[in-house]
Nanobody, 122 residues
Framework: QVQPVESGGGLVQAGGSLRLSCATS????????MGWFRQAPGKERVFVAA????????SYADSVKGRFTISGDTAKNTVYLQMNSLKPEDMAVYYC???????????????WGQGTQVTVSS
């Protein structure tokens, strides 16, 4: 069983930076990938970024391209999300997910963390 656990959320001013971490227990598997999603109040959970463990290819939502960077430490089974130039619209609960990559930005997500709050003050 894979259990993602997020950390690093908090309060930051608009224009600031924050780094989220997500460590997973359990073993990785074929085509393993990790990703980040976010859910703002009253809205659906949406994709933010993902990284494939094999090859390190990444995908981003258009809304965060150029501002957010996803990276992974395969030895620690940990994924990071560096968030720069934060905007009030980035405020949400951020969820970590683990699953499989099928190439061309296609993923299937099997395991989810509990989420961490990111608050951006204007």
């Amino acid at each position: 069983q894979v259990q993602p656990v997020e950390s690093g959320g908090g309060l930051v001013q608009a224009g600031g930076s924050l780094r989220l971490s997500c460590a997973t227990s359990g073993r990785t598997f074929r085509n393993y990938a990790m990703g980040w999603f976010r859910q703002a109040p009253g809205k659906e959970r949406v994709f933010v970024a993902a990284i494939s463990w094999s090859g390190g290819s990444t995908s981003y939502a258009d809304s965060v391209k150029g501002r957010f960077t996803i990276s992974g430490d395969t030895a620690k089974n940990t994924v990071y999300l560096q968030m720069n130039s934060l905007k009030p619209e980035d405020m949400a609960v951020y969820y970590c997910a683990a699953g499989r990559s099928y190439g061309s930005g296609t993923y299937a997500w099997d395991y989810w963390g509990q989420g961490t709050q990111v608050t951006v003050s204007s």
